[in-house]
């Protein structure tokens, strides 16, 4: 590429931004909820545009394994600086068969902290029940565990967590040729079990942002303590991709 097409490319790549950034004021949840360091310290403002993770609208995991990592993380995101939520549920939406459940189980919490959990046959009934759910105001968090869905799916989704003011973690199966459908959330996360030969107590993975609006791609070796399900960065792996490269 000549200099002249970088600086122009670079010069689109600045007012994309401006233009993303300046949109901020108009966040449901105002700025100053935005969640600007997560697992355990990792600075998000290098890797999304707005400074850091939306408190309200949709959130994805592709999921491409049994590991509960993916369980872990989505229970993370969803109570991320929650905020005063007093008389809130979080809302767990499962898709029977949807994604494979020998490693996704309703999680072993104390009463307190339980979800109301929801078991369903149709993608169309966990989209339509998520959707309704997030329009009501009466959530503080969804998660939902289905088939992949279509950008309208994700839109509709969107619009309905901006209405109620609500922040939605959908965990979405990895198609097999590694490719994900447009989607219209905010960050679009994976994570996936570190070769055995790097982790020899099996609970450490890679976590990586693999794309969603003003997102630079990034991965972290995270450590998941599995007994307060929680998160947190072993080793950043700063400036790489993941190794399929989504965007």
């Known amino acids: 590429m000549s200099d002249r097409r970088l600086h122009l490319a670079r010069a689109a790549l600045q007012r994309a931004e401006k233009q993303w950034k300046g949109q901020v004021a108009c966040l449901p949840g ?18 999304i545009s ?24 989505a229970w993370y ?6 905020g005063d ?3 809130k549920s979080l809302f767990w939406i499962r898709q029977r068969r949807a994604i494979d459940q020998g490693g996704l189980y309703p999680l072993a919490l104390p009463a307190t902290d339980m979800p109301v959990m929801m078991v369903v046959d149709r993608q169309a009934t ?12 009466q959530i503080a968090s969804i998660i939902v565990e289905t088939t992949d869905y279509d950008l309208t799916a994700a839109r509709r989704l969107q619009l309905a967590c901006e209405a109620g003011h609500t922040r939605l973690i ?7 040729d590694g490719k ?3 989607s219209s959330a905010h960050t ?34 995270m450590q998941i303590d599995a007994t307060t399900f929680s998160l947190s960065v072993a080793d950043a792996l700063e400036n790489r991709l993941p190794p399929d490269r989504y965007a």
């Not at 939306?54 to 369980?71: F, K, M, N, Q, R």
């Not at 966990?126 to 105001?137: D, I, N, P, R, V």
């Not at 959908?170 to 097999?176: E, L």
């Not at 030969?197 to 693999?210: E, V, Y």
């Open 30 to 47: 105002g700025t100053d909820r935005i969640m600007r360091r997560a697992f355990g310290g990792v600075d998000l403002a290098h890797h």
């Open 50 to 73: 707005i400074g850091g993770i939306a408190p309200v609208g949709l959130h994805e995991i592709i999921c491409g394994h049994d590991d509960a990592a993916a369980s872990i993380l």
């Open 77 to 82: 995101l969803a109570r991320l600086s929650i």
């Open 85 to 87: 939520q007093t008389g």
């Open 126 to 137: 966990a989209l339509w029940t998520s959707e309704e759910s997030a329009k009501s105001g």
């Open 170 to 176: 959908a965990i979405r199966h990895m198609r097999s």
């Open 180 to 182: 994900t459908i447009a």
């Open 188 to 221: 679009r996360w994976r994570i996936t079990p570190e070769a055995a030969k790097h982790s020899t107590t099996g609970n450490r993975h890679i976590l990586s942002l693999i794309g969603g609006r003003g997102v630079r791609p990034g991965s972290w070796r």
